[in-house]
C-alpha cells in the first residue's frame, strides 16, 4: 500500500496568513493527489483534484502543487471558514486507496 | 444536483453486523464507483471498499474478511457489510461516489477522487 504522510499534523494561524500544508508519498504517484477540507461534524469537501486543478466552485485562494512524491496545498490569504481538517488523497494504487493523516488549521 | 443519503443502525453489539446503505439521487449511477470510507473519533480516513453499478467490487485488504458491498440498480442504492464488529469499527461511517477514469499505465483498473459524499452515520459498538 501507499502511505501517505502528511504534515503538519496541526497548526495555528491567523485570517490573512498564507498557510502550506504537505503531503508526502512513499512512491510516485504522478499527479493522482486530491485534497479535501473537513470541518466537525461535516464529511470532507473536495477542494482540488489531480494535484493542483480547483474543483468548481472553491475559492481561488486555496492552490495546489506537486508531483511524484511531493506535494503542497496552500492557502494564500486565510479566512474564517477556512479553520478545519485538511486531508490528501493518492488515487494512483486503489488497493487500497489512501489518506494522510490529516493537518488540523487552527486560530492563533 | 447529486446527492447521497445514507442510514442504517447507529449502536451495535460487538459480533454483529453492520448495515449501512447509501441512495444516490441526481446523476449516473452507471459510470462511476461507489464508496464506504470510515473515520473513527478524532482519527483519519480509512478506505473500505468500492462497487460499481455492474456489482465488481474491491474491498481494503485490511477489513476484506469481514466487508460485503452490493448495488440495487433499480434503486440507484449501494449498501455496506461488515460482519463481527468489536469496539474498533466505532466510527463515522461515509458513503462517496469516485469520479472515475482509467489511465493509460493500468487500462483495467479504475482511478477515483471523491467528489460527492453522503452526510456520514456514526457507528458506535459497545457492549
Redesign the interface.
Known amino acids: ?1 501507499i502511505r501517505i504522510t502528511q504534515s503538519p499534523s496541526s497548526l495555528s494561524a491567523s485570517t490573512g496568513d498564507r498557510v502550506t500544508i504537505t503531503c508526502r508519498a512513499s512512491q510516485g504517484i504522478s499527479s ?1 493527489l ?1 485534497w ?1 477540507q473537513q470541518k466537525p461534524g ?5 477542494l482540488i ?1 489531480a494535484a493542483s486543478t480547483l ?1 468548481s466552485g472553491v475559492p481561488s485562494r486555496f492552490s495546489g502543487s506537486g508531483s511524484g512524491t511531493d506535494f503542497t496545498l496552500t492557502i494564500s490569504c486565510l479566512q474564517s471558514e477556512d479553520f478545519a481538517t485538511y ?1 490528501c ?1 493518492q ?2 494504487s ?9 493537518t488540523k488549521v487552527e486560530i492563533k | 444536483q447529486v446527492q447521497l443519503q445514507q442510514w442504517g443502525a447507529g449502536l451495535l453489539k460487538p459480533s454483529e453486523t453492520l448495515s449501512l446503505t447509501c441512495a444516490v439521487y441526481g446523476g449516473s449511477f452507471s459510470g462511476y464507483y461507489w ?1 464506504w470510507i470510515r473515520q473513527p473519533p478524532g482519527k ?4 473500505i471498499g ?1 462497487i460499481n453499478h455492474s456489482g465488481s467490487t ?1 474491498y ?3 477489513l476484506k474478511s469481514r466487508v460485503t458491498i452490493s448495488v440495487d440498480t433499480s434503486k440507484n442504492q449501494f449498501s455496506l457489510k461488515l460482519s463481527s464488529v468489536t469496539a474498533a469499527d466505532t466510527a463515522v461511517y ?1 458513503c ?1 461516489r469516485g ?1 472515475t477514469f482509467y ?1 493509460a499505465a493500468r487500462p483495467r ?7 460527492y ?4 452515520t456514526l457507528v458506535t459498538v459497545s457492549s
Open positions: 500500500a493522482y486530491a479535501y461535516k464529511a470532507p469537501k473536495l483534484y474543483q486531508y488523497q488515487y494512483y486503489y488497493l487500497p486507496l489512501t489518506f494522510g493523516g490529516g | 464508496s483519519g480516513l480509512e478506505w468500492e474491491n481494503n485488504p485490511s461515509y462517496a469520479y489511465i483498473f479504475p482511478v477515483y477522487y471523491f467528489d459524499w453522503g452526510q456520514g
